[in-house]
T-cell receptor
Framework: NAGVTQTPKFQVLKTGQSMTLQCAQD?????MSWYRQDPGMGLRLIHY???????DQGEVPNGYNVSRSTTEDFPLRLLSAAPSQTSVYFC???????????FGQGTRLTVV | GNSVTQMEGPVTLSEEAFLTINCTYT??????LFWYVQYPGEGLQLLLK?????DKGSNKGFEATYRKETTSFHLEKGSVQVSDSAVYFC??????????FGSGTRLSIRP
């Protein structure tokens, strides 16, 4: 079972570069979200989506864009990378109305 | 808004020791509460949950009881193993359909 798949697992960017973190799930979950994990701060919500065509901002949305053209995919775009975006990024999905979230393995991003 | 506070780590114990990781929440009403576990190099996995006051969630020898009087959801295990070494996150389901996470507690178990 694939579950939630994130790519790439590791990435190094230069300041100002842009890139897209990919997230795909094969469980037909309506709800998908992106978190960043920083030491001592737990997981903070960046953006989320309750279904195809619908996205909304989380706690720390600045510098990131998302789109949800299909139920399966929820890419996260960094428009102009900054060192402050160095973090581990997790994608998660769940069924609407369910409280159990399924996480991908994470993407470790370093911006130099 | 809702928030979750858990004890800071790291926590280091010997094998077979008793474990407690404290977690308290601030919320409107009585949200569902969770413990997630993150093993090295992996994403988070749901460990256990409780959906209402006085419920006890349990899994893999871990337990946590939803205490509305103290707004707490402490994680306990009677005898830890080396394989329990991981980062543990307490979390609450907020009224805005979001899951709010604590800062995580790193647990290391010595053989």
């Amino acid at each position: 079972n694939a579950g939630v798949t994130q790519t790439p697992k590791f990435q190094v960017l230069k300041t100002g570069q842009s890139m897209t973190l990919q997230c795909a799930q094969d469980m037909n979950h309506e709800y998908m979200s992106w978190y960043r994990q920083d030491p001592g701060m737990g997981l903070r919500l960046i953006h989320y989506s309750v279904g195809a065509g619908i996205t909304d901002q989380g706690e720390v949305p600045n510098g990131y864009n998302v789109s949800r053209s299909t139920t399966e995919d929820f890419p996260l775009r960094l428009l102009s990378a900054a060192p402050s975006q160095t973090s581990v990024y997790f994608c998660a999905s769940r069924l609407t109305g369910s409280t159990e979230a399924f996480f991908g393995q994470g993407t470790r991003l370093t911006v130099v | 808004g809702n928030s979750v506070t858990q004890m800071e780590g790291p926590v280091t114990l010997s094998e077979e020791a008793f474990l407690t990781i404290n977690c308290t929440y601030t919320a409107t009403g009585y949200p569902s509460l969770f413990w997630y576990v993150q093993y090295p190099g992996e994403g988070l996995q749901l460990l256990l949950k409780a959906t209402k006051a006085d419920d006890k969630g349990s899994n893999k020898g871990f337990e946590a009881t939803y205490r509305k009087e103290t707004t707490s959801f402490h994680l306990e295990k009677g005898s830890v193993q080396v394989s329990d070494s991981a980062v543990y996150f307490c979390a609450a389901y907020s009224s805005a359909s979001k899951i709010i996470f604590g800062s995580g507690t790193r647990l290391s178990i010595r053989p």
